[in-house]
């Protein structure tokens, strides 16, 4: 566990100095957000039906930005022969690179969701645990594929674009999934009124997680 909050801790310290991967996170998805308020503007009645997907658009390709970043710093600097040549497992430099990729995420999620309510005068905090639990799943899966994905693409010249054609394929259900439960949330319903989104969803998490955690140190070997 030491070793996992080790990577993360070094990730933390690096986003610090340069401040490189939050701030192109942030600022993608504030432009998403404002020409979503733009174009729905005179459009009100279409915003909580647009609201799930709005926020999930913010999310991805916000996500897909720092996730593009988070390998290429390592490769820029040469501190991946380090990750490598250090005597420990893969699978704890992937969950170490997983974790601080989903807390910058989530920073960048908790931003959004406000900066959403300001632009589009909509309440999306009427149930908000239910919301964030949501929120926290599909950001799982989204971060655990994308985080091997990133690693896969970090020797190619064109990884920026190479990584969304790898990671949307793959993350349909979690999108989908993420999608119809906040809508369903936002609509005052139980989460059981999406139907079986939430056993996807979970399922989807599980599996993304343990086969990425697997699958990486032969990636990374590559």
């Known amino acids: 566990m030491k070793r996992i909050w080790a990577i993360v801790w070094k990730d933390i310290i690096t986003e610090l100095r340069t401040k490189e991967l939050f701030s192109?996170?942030?600022t993608f998805a504030l432009l998403i957000i404002l020409i979503f308020s733009f174009t729905f503007g005179f459009s009100v009645e279409f915003i909580p039906i647009a609201a799930p997907g709005i926020l999930w658009v913010a999310f991805t390709f916000a996500g897909v930005l720092g996730l593009s970043r988070s390998f290429s710093i390592e490769k820029e600097g040469n501190s991946i022969l380090g990750l490598l040549i250090s005597p420990v497992d893969r699978s704890y430099i992937f969950l170490g690179k997983m974790v601080g990729n989903m807390i910058f995420v989530f920073i960048v999620e908790a931003i959004i969701l406000p900066i959403f309510v300001l632009f589009f005068?909509?309440?999306?905090f009427v149930n908000f645990f239910p919301l964030l639990l949501v929120i926290l799943l599909g950001t799982i899966?989204?971060?655990?594929?994308g985080t091997l994905?990133?690693?896969m693409a970090v020797n190619t010249r064109l990884r920026e674009v190479l990584l969304p054609v790898l990671?949307?394929?793959v993350i349909i259900p979690v999108i989908v999934s993420s999608v119809k439960l906040i809508g369903a949330i936002l609509d005052g319903k139980p989460i059981g009124g999406a139907g079986s989104s939430m056993q996807v969803l979970v399922s989807?998490?599980?599996i993304f997680l343990v086969?990425?955690?697997m699958v990486f140190e032969y990636v990374i070997e590559e």
């Open 24 to 26: 192109s996170m942030f």
């Open 121 to 124: 005068n909509y309440n999306l």
């Open 141 to 145: 899966g989204f971060v655990s594929v």
């Open 149 to 151: 994905f990133s690693a």
């Open 167 to 169: 990671l949307f394929p």
């Open 204 to 206: 989807f998490d599980i």
């Open 211 to 213: 086969v990425c955690t």
